[in-house]
């Protein structure tokens, strides 16, 4: 159902490359737009982790396991700095839709290296959403947040998002403040 909403964003959007991420068992998988998309020759990227960031590398087999525990494609010398969309798993948001992750800001340090504003869109298999602010102001927020039961385009809800958020839905936050 993700994958669904995604696509239907990425028929928006109309990229020209995309940076995906190669899922953990936990995340969204997917792995089967991601060849769509492929096919329909998209530049498909994903990350290639370098100590506390990471870089971004073509999409191509075979995939190896990184120290995170991560599958990844190779190592790439040349230096990609420009994508359209950029597709990031996360663990919640809060109410200002900024992602709340693992704790180690790759995707944060990484977002900072683009020449471009890439569209961020956020994807997770629970909707996961704190009424307070649990994010510092460095952390990427999305433009959009996806759930397999909700699909919010964020710039319509405005910077406290969730106010808004809690009214378009009967949506149950979970507490992710501990």
């Known amino acids: 159902m993700v994958s669904k909403r995604v ?16 899922p953990l ?6 792995i089967s737009l991601l060849k769509k ?23 191509r087999l075979p995939l190896k396991k990184s ?10 010398k040349k230096r990609i700095e420009r994508v359209d969309i950029v597709i990031v798993p996360v663990l919640g948001v ?7 992750g693992f704790g180690k800001g790759m995707y944060d340090r990484f977002y900072e290296t683009l020449k471009n504003r890439a569209t ?3 994807v997770q298999n629970i909707g996961c959403c704190s009424r307070e602010r649990v994010t510092e102001r460095h952390d990427i927020r999305a433009d959009y ?5 909700l699909s ?15 009214r378009a839905s009967s949506y149950r936050f979970c507490n992710i403040n501990n």
């Open 7 to 22: 696509e239907e964003i990425v028929k928006i959007e109309r990229p020209s490359s995309i940076l995906f991420y190669l």
């Open 25 to 30: 068992s936990f995340e969204p998988n997917l």
């Open 37 to 59: 998309l492929r096919r329909r020759k998209v530049d498909i990227f994903v990350p290639f982790i370098e100590e506390f960031t990471f870089k971004m590398v073509k999409f």
């Open 67 to 76: 120290s995170f525990g991560t599958l990844e494609s190779g190592y790439s």
């Open 94 to 100: 809060d109410h200002s839709f900024r992602r709340v």
């Open 120 to 122: 961020l869109i956020f």
């Open 145 to 149: 947040y996806i759930t397999p039961y």
């Open 152 to 166: 919010l385009k964020i710039k319509d809800f405005g910077t406290y998002a969730t106010r808004n958020y809690n």
